[in-house]
């Protein structure tokens, strides 16, 4: 930022970076078939957005996209929504997760370790044979192209495997991690009327076994749109539900494996945004924009190919999920990972990336918060030495989460972290192997999008917080809302507020460097007598003291309260010395207008089930909403984490 000297850099590009990474190969390529040269990688990300025409025909180009028909352009106009990608092409999705381009027959590709069951490894051919045999059992049960096929399953094998199926044949995925209540699955799959429902009795966390039959039949029968259910029984063997096939029986004959060419918008997949006020929003994907995306970004970005294994923790309710079957798109192993991420203790994860030779590890910022804490030290515990690199999401990760990484796991990794979103199923700010990692900021803006910081007044600044917008088009922006034929929800949720720029909702400020700080949500800003921060801030310094495991901080305009609730570790009590070093450490840090007018404990904090905090959902509850209307609890962690805050506000406080 200006007049500031920048922070220490953690983590810099050997000098053989050019020549040992991907991106660099992607560079030598850009100059001896397209002529073009750059020196360094803010040359080539300026050029990525300034001609998008250019670089993502590149992209298709250097990556062999199987387009059929050839397209004769990349994008028919650079206005918002309204832009359209490779006009006239057709492709498959699947057919480049399986094409494994430098993998034999007999490598392994898939691995899964869980909870429930002992683990699992896929080769190549077996994938491929899997997926063959879900496809023909879904065209014997009368899956057509454009049917919908919900997924009630958990970060397994079978769960690639249907996806991938679904795909080839032109059918519509959409899954739910089986932890989401009754109620949130319905408000999600009830909106897509889904022909088929793929679903398991019951799974294991955390050590306990929890049956999700009775969950299973309420969603049954809440859907009449269902042809069909099949039960994969991981629970119990031969778990069977009334009038369900099982899974055996849907993979029991061989089939074709074939790939319905398609348009290059036709949706592969529907997510779903958090659903935490009102229903959730339908976000479809198409085959080419996640294509395109998720070939740059993990094999420029992340750095991806065929000797790596790729992890990240996550659930099928979230898009690191999807994003993480794409490691099959640069021939990655993809490493999978059913059930507590603390379970027996916080170093399981880091077990698991040892043992299964873990190259690109990713998680989210309150996992590596949370190790922080209980000072594990993991690159000394365990071997890390094939790893290479961490990725963290979910949460701006602060300074303090940056140097844990390079003291306790290892000097020699490069930290992604990264920020994007369910909207765009990827990540649009992040990190690059020709970019050093600088304490505390994310490392760059990714190559194809063009992120910025609006100011009040709608101009683009640097060096200060401001709006985080993208001002071009993205291949994987939504196709649309499912359900929208005129577009006007998908208008309402991004264009609103700068006709023609996409709004995201977070605070972000970019460096002169051109790196970048997420602040949090801009809806749930800090602002007293002029002075504004992000949320982001707030928790960094309120986290850091060892009796707090979890904090959220609400502004009420109305009498200008600042409320902080704290979670705290068992053992420890809010007494009056805890509150007075609580505000102490906030009036020094941020200002004093900032120190809290009350400080509550509270059982938990709410959080989705991807780990986001519910602050304007909160803020809601405190303004009166009734909490049903505030948040959907099925969508969260810990249903009961509301309760404190409907009596906080019942009581009058």
Known sequence: MPGMAPPRVLWSPSAEARERTRVGHYLDWLASRRGRTFEDYDALWRWSVDDLEGFWSSVGEYF??????????????????????????????????????????????VVARSETRPEQRLTAAELRDAVARARQGLLRLGVRRGDRIAAYLPNIPEAAIAVLATASIGAVWSSCAPEFGTRSVIDRFGQIEPALLLTIDGYRYGGKDLDRTSEVAAIRMALPSLKATVILPYLTDGAAIPGALAWNDLVAESGELAFEPLPFDHPLYVLFSSGTTGLPKPIVHGHGGILLEHLKIHALHHDLGPRDRFFWYTTTGWMMWNYLVSGLLVSSTIVLYDGSPAHPDLMHLWRLASETGTTCFGTSAPFLLACRKAGIAPGREVDLSGLRSIGSTGA???????????????????????????????????????????????????????????DPAGHSVVGEQGELVITAPMPSMPAGFWNDPDGSRYRAAYFADYPGVWRHGDWITITDRGSCVISGRSDATLN???????????????????????????????????????????????????????????????????????????????????????????????????????????????????????AFRAAGR
Not at 398 to 424: K, M
Not at 591 to 612: C, M, N, Q, W, Y
């Open 64 to 109: 062999d996209v199987n387009f059929d028909p050839p397209p004769q352009r990349a994008l028919t106009s650079l206005s918002m929504p309204d832009a359209r990608w490779f006009p006239g092409a057709r492709l498959n999705w699947a057919t480049h997760a399986l094409r494994l381009a430098g993998r034999e027959d007999d490598d392994v590709v």
């Open 396 to 454: 701006p990760l602060p300074a303090e989460g940056f140097r844990y990484v390079y003291e306790a796991i290892g000097s020699h990794l490069q930290l992604a972290s990264v920020s994007g979103g369910t909207d765009v199923c990827t990540a649009f700010v992040g990190a690059s192997p020709l970019v050093p990692v600088w304490e505390g900021e994310i490392s760059c803006r990714h190559l194809g999008c063009r992120v910025e910081a609006f």
């Open 528 to 646: 007293r007598g002029g002075v504004r921060i992000g949320t982001a801030e707030f928790y960094a310094i309120v986290e850091a003291l060892p009796e707090v495991a979890d904090s959220l901080v609400v502004h009420l305009e109305e009498g200008d309260r600042l409320i902080l609730f704290v979670a705290l570790h068992p053992g420890t009590t809010l007494d009056d010395d805890l509150r007075s070093r609580i505000t102490s450490e906030l009036r020094a840090s941020l200002s004093p207008r900032h120190a809290p007018d009350e400080i509550i404990a509270v059982p938990s904090i709410p959080r989705t089930l991807s780990g986001k905090k519910l602050e304007v959902p909160v803020k809601r509850i405190l303004k009166g909403t009734p909490p049903d209307q505030a948040a959907s609890r099925g969508s969260l962690s810990d249903p009961a984490s509301l309760d404190a805050f409907v």
